[in-house]
């Protein structure tokens, strides 16, 4: 298997001068979500465990790192990474004026593992595009 990307021109600002670069995206034609049902299918073949005792497995874990997020816990799941909570709140003039009722969730992070990083970095990348310019040069040709 491969990662699909785009090429996108994107404004460079940064050395004083405008640039206009290229770099690859991840962010078009990507395919078709994985969903539960077949990670629990995938679980259910790698070990002992049935498809009914895996979609369990992982909405029971779903349902855990949640509680433990709710406490302010990061949660590691080994060879994977950590969950963690982030929260923000609005501006205040004083520290005191900052209470919890002006707290909120700002978002749930996750940071991969060094393993799982290096697993998902060997793979393959296949241009969209030059892939599209091929199949009409060679139908051009043809």
Do not use: W
């Amino acid at each position: 298997m491969a990662i699909n990307y785009v090429v996108t021109k994107k404004i460079d600002k940064s050395s004083g001068s405008v640039k206009e670069l290229y770099y690859a995206t991840t962010k078009a034609l990507q395919n078709k979500p994985i969903n539960s049902n077949i990670i629990a299918q995938e679980l259910a073949q790698r070990s002992s465990l049935q498809n009914g005792d895996a979609i369990s497995v992982l909405t029971q874990l779903s349902d855990i790192i949640a509680e433990y997020l709710k406490q302010g816990r990061t949660v590691n799941i080994e060879g994977l990474g950590n969950f963690y909570p982030t929260i923000t709140s609005q501006g205040v003039e004083k520290p005191e004026e900052c209470t919890a009722d002006k707290v909120q969730l700002s978002r749930i992070c996750f940071k991969a593992s060094p393993s799982f990083i290096k697993s998902v970095s060997q793979t393959r990348f296949v241009s969209l595009q030059l892939d599209n310019m091929r199949k009409v040069k060679n139908k051009a040709k043809k």
